[in-house]
């Protein structure tokens, strides 16, 4: 009975020393942005504006709607996936938890990100001094004759203006300056050079359609009448169905050539 009562009597006086715990879990964060680089995706978004966030999860999927697995956590807004690996899709998501341990639900803007291959300061040779490394294939990530039946763009240099030429199965387009080859996100769907041949423009990135339905971007740094120099990233999966491009009549690649007759292979 003594025991009954002495615990009866710590638990009326602790009544006064209760600690309030919180139990409401921060916003779900906002502003997720993935960005597709070489086997990396990197992932930004918005600090939230509760003063107890004591930091932020990362998920990923192979699915929009499938069981997403943390990779990771952060106090940071932002958060590099070095799991990504090239031709991939990946589907991400952030929360964000309290000091008390409360978690936020997912933040609504589920992204996803395709990472792909890239490379820099490629040199080509004018094909007309150089004609074995003049041309450059993305998908083997080689320089090569320009005249290689897998060749998709090589470099020209003729009465001192410098072109990047591609053949009549092929496509191109200047997107104009930009400060870094990040900047071009996406590959047009028109605008394609009809003359399958661009100025070479220092700071200017192009985007390349190949002949195998794929798309790539270059970024030129340098040019001159010997050699361009250029920044590359090329996307290893297949664009939508809808856009696959048809091969030309007979099978044959011809460009219009900048001051001469029409090349053929």
């Known amino acids: ?104 639900d997912m933040s609504p803007d589920v992204v996803y990100a395709i990472p792909r291959p890239e490379g820099y300061d490629v040199r080509l040779s004018n094909y007309r001094t150089d004609p074995n490394n003049a041309g450059y294939e993305f998908s083997s990530y080689s320089i090569g004759p320009y005249n290689d039946d897998h060749t998709d763009v090589f470099f020209e240099s003729f009465n001192g203006r410098h072109y990047l030429n591609v053949w009549n199965d092929t496509d191109i387009q200047d997107m104009g300056y930009t400060r870094s080859l990040d900047e071009i996100r996406v590959a047009p769907s028109s605008g394609w050079a009809p003359s399958r041949s661009v100025e070479a423009i220092v700071g200017h990135t192009y985007v390349v359609w190949t002949w195998d339905d794929h798309y790539a971007k270059i970024r030129v740094t340098a040019v001159s009448a010997s050699q361009v120099r250029f920044d590359w990233a090329y996307q290893t999966v297949k664009s939508n169905p809808n856009l696959k491009r048809t091969p030309p009549a007979g099978g044959r690649r011809t460009i219009a050539q900048n001051g001469a007759s029409a090349l053929q292979r």
């Open 1 to 104: 009975m003594r025991a009954i009562i002495l615990l009866f009597s710590v638990l009326l006086l602790g009544c006064s020393d209760w600690i309030e715990v919180d139990g409401t879990p921060p916003a779900p964060p906002r502003g997720l942005r993935a960005l597709a680089l070489d086997n990396t995706v990197e992932l930004t978004w918005l600090p939230n504006t509760e003063p107890d966030v004591a930091g932020y999860r990362v998920w990923v999927s192979g699915r929009l709607n499938g069981r997403y697995e943390m990779i990771g956590k952060t106090t940071g807004t932002d958060f590099i996936d070095y799991g990504a690996r090239n031709g991939g899709t990946y589907y991400y998501g952030v929360t964000a938890y309290d000091f008390d341990g409360n978690e936020s």
